[in-house]
């Protein structure tokens, strides 16, 4: 079993900065990409923020155009966490965050398989 289990979501001003966390544990053998996908009400889920795996500090990022230059992505392989933080926070940036992993279970196995988060609500208002 996988858990991914995110905090730090919350109600923020306008102009506000958020940070997000994402842990994921149990019968894990590797994490690869992780990152950060929201959907707001009467919208379809969409991409924020992706990072890939890497031994070093250079970790390939993806980043939505509509929070570049606002959010940034970043990771601790060794807690095998995600972090996003938010600043200069917009109302349009209200949504459910969700967390997603590709994460292999199986050490006899390459592949490796998305999981999610439950989900935190942010909410941007004044």
């Known amino acids: 079993q996988v858990q991914l289990v995110e905090s730090g979501g919350g109600l923020m001003q306008p102009g506000g900065s958020l940070r997000l966390s994402c842990a994921a544990s149990g019968s894990i053998v590797s994490v690869a990409a992780m990152g950060w996908y929201r959907q707001a009400p009467g919208k379809e889920r969409e991409l924020v923020a992706m990072?890939?795996?890497?031994?070093?500090?250079?970790?390939?990022?993806n980043i939505a155009e509509s929070v570049k230059g606002r959010f940034t992505i970043s990771r601790d392989n060794a807690k095998n966490t995600v972090y996003m933080q938010m600043n200069s926070l917009k109302p349009e940036d209200t949504a459910v965050y969700y967390c997603?992993?590709?994460?292999?279970?199986?050490?006899?196995?390459?592949?490796?398989?998305?999981?999610w988060g439950q989900g935190t609500q942010v909410s941007v208002s004044s």
């Open positions: 990072i890939t795996r890497a031994a070093d500090t250079n970790s390939a990022t």
């Open positions: 997603n992993a590709a994460i292999r279970t199986r050490s006899d196995s390459p592949y490796a398989y998305s999981y």
